[in-house]
């Protein structure tokens, strides 16, 4: 069973960074594409970054150049690398693989 644990998430005042973890087990993580996604308060959730099993990366437009997705296949581990963090960058972010989830890690951007 595949299982999916992400930290990292705080409260940080707008311009700051933080770098979210998700550590997954059960599955052979290298192989596979990994992404992260996120939800804001009342609204559904967006995708916001993917890493191939070759390393390709891929960005929603909203954090091209402010985000980056990384992947340890040693430790089974992804990693989002958020600077210059906007208010509405505020969610819970999840991580996701082969059609699992996280249960999320709550980032909130303080104006």
């Known amino acids: 069973q595949v299982q999916l644990v992400e930290s990292g998430g705080g409260l940080v005042q707008a311009g700051g960074s933080l770098r979210l973890s998700c550590a997954a087990s059960?599955?052979?993580?290298?192989?596979?594409?990994i992404g992260w996604s996120r939800r804001a308060p009342e609204k559904q959730r967006e995708w916001v970054a993917t890493?191939?099993?070759?390393?390709?990366?891929y960005y929603t437009e909203s954090v091209k150049g402010r985000f980056t997705i990384s992947r340890d296949n040693a430790k089974s581990t992804v990693y989002l690398q958020m600077n210059s963090l906007k208010p509405e960058d505020t969610a819970v972010y999840y991580c996701?693989?082969?059609?699992?989830w996280g249960r999320g890690t709550q980032v909130t951007v303080s104006s």
């Open positions: 890493i191939s099993s070759v390393g390709s990366t």
């Open positions: 059960g599955t052979t993580f290298s192989s596979n594409a």
């Open positions: 996701n693989l082969g059609g699992n």
